[in-house]
């Protein structure tokens, strides 16, 4: 089998996957937006207008969107994994002649590119709700974008690889929305808030669609930071996923759910 084969299969499985079960898909999309305007309404209920308010709903809807992001980037590998074995083609995946690794990568970058538009479309959606158009620079944000979401790749690999031993994982996933959601929160000014996933990337994505700051114009130490941040949290997720998978082959778990 070679890689465009695997390439090709992943892409029909993934399309048809989602086009089978489009009633589960759409309402996953509206049930976020609906979490977020539950959140902006709350907020315009409360708060005072001034540019207090404006900063702060500014700053909600990019970390919205961001974390929308995360959610599906760290989410989906380990659902994936969970649903293959539940099924029992996990083992069949992993005697795949290109090997499981290509065939999870080629996974990763389809519903990357599938989640990127999703959220955008939720972004459009968050803008038009709220009244706030915030700058779309896309030169600037998809670097950046795939900067922080290489930190949510990285938990998802190591709650894959957790998934291959324990299987039933769903609750720490509950937990892991809410830790991101913190990261969003913390002031990354803080010295070691800027290396908690999502939080100096969010920043920096912040500035541009709230700033209009441009990629370039950005401190040259800050995007540097981000991108070692992003690739260390991804090096480590994948010698998590590599161990674990590595006890879950050497006590025949992977068969098995």
């Avoid at 324990?166 to 290396?195: D, N, S």
């Avoid at 991804?234 to 992977?254: D, P, Q």
Wanted: include cysteine; aromatic fraction near 14%.
């Amino acid at each position: 089998m070679s890689l465009i084969v695997a390439l090709q299969a992943i892409v029909r499985r993934n399309i048809t996957m989602m086009t089978r079960y489009i009633f589960n898909t759409l309402s996953g999309f509206v049930s976020i937006y609906l979490i977020f305007c539950f959140i902006f309404f709350g907020m315009k209920a409360f708060a005072k207008p001034g540019p207090s308010f404006d900063s702060s709903l500014e700053g909600t809807v990019v970390g919205f969107f961001v974390w929308t992001l995360a959610l599906f980037a760290f989410s989906e590998l380990s659902w994936d994994l969970i649903n293959e074995a539940q099924t029992g083609t996990l083992e069949q995946l992993y005697l795949a002649p290109c090997g499981f690794k290509w065939l999870s990568i080629f996974n990763l970058l389809t519903n990357l590119t599938v989640n990127i538009v999703a959220s955008t479309i939720l972004l459009l959606a968050m803008m038009a709700t709220t009244g706030r158009w915030l700058n779309l620079d896309i030169i600037s944000i998809v670097p950046l974008l795939l900067m922080t979401v290489l930190t949510a790749y990285g938990v998802g690999f190591a709650l894959g690889g957790l998934a291959l031993i324990f299987k039933r994982i769903q609750a720490f996933f509950q937990i892991m929305q809410f830790v991101f959601i913190g990261c969003l929160v913390i002031p990354w000014r803080l010295a070691w808030a800027k290396f908690l996933p999502l939080s100096l990337g969010n920043a920096l994505i912040y500035k541009v669609m709230a700033g209009g700051v441009r990629l370039w114009e950005l401190p040259l130490g800050d995007v540097l930071m981000a991108t070692g941040i992003g690739l260390g949290y991804l090096t480590l997720g994948l010698l998590v996923f590599s161990a674990c998978e590595r006890a879950a082959k050497g006590r025949g778990l992977l068969g098995h759910y």
